[in-house]
Nanobody, 121 residues
C-alpha cells in the first residue's frame, strides 16, 4: 500500500523560506508524478507544483519541487513566503507520466495528510 507523509510545515516570517518533505512508502518514488497542493480556509484547493515522473526537479516562481530517489522523498522548497501562502500543504502521487502535469485537473491516486504552513510576523 502506497503511503505519503508530509513534514516540514510550521510558522515562518514573511520573506522566509521553508522546505516541505513528502516521504513515499510502499513503492518507488520514481514510478510516480508528484503534485503539491495547498488549501487555505474558505478557499479551493490549489495546485502549486507538479513534478512529472522521470523529472528530477522543477521550478515555478517562488516554488521549486524536486525528488531524491535514494531517500524516496519529494520536496517542495518555498522562498520569499508571503502571508497569502498560509495554507495546509499536501503532496499527491500518480503513476501517470508524459503530459500528466500539463492537464488542467490531473487525477492523483494517493494523497498525504497535509502539513500546516503559516506565514506571519
Amino acid at each position: 500500500q502506497v503511503q505519503l507523509v508530509e513534514s516540514g510545515g510550521g510558522l515562518v516570517q514573511p520573506g522566509g523560506s521553508l522546505r516541505l518533505s513528502c516521504e513515499v512508502s510502499g513503492d518507488t518514488l520514481d514510478s510516480y508524478s508528484i503534485g503539491w497542493f495547498r488549501q487555505a480556509p474558505g478557499k479551493e484547493r490549489e495546485r502549486v507544483s507538479c513534478l512529472t515522473r522521470g523529472i528530477k526537479s522543477s521550478v515555478k516562481g517562488r516554488f521549486a519541487s524536486s525528488r531524491d530517489s535514494v531517500k524516496n522523498t519529494a520536496y517542495l522548497d518555498m522562498n520569499n513566503l508571503k502571508p497569502d501562502d498560509t495554507a495546509v500543504y499536501s503532496c499527491a502521487a500518480s503513476r501517470a507520466g508524459g503530459s500528466f502535469c500539463s492537464l488542467t485537473r490531473p487525477m492523483f491516486d494517493y494523497w498525504g495528510q497535509g502539513t500546516q504552513v503559516t506565514v506571519s510576523s
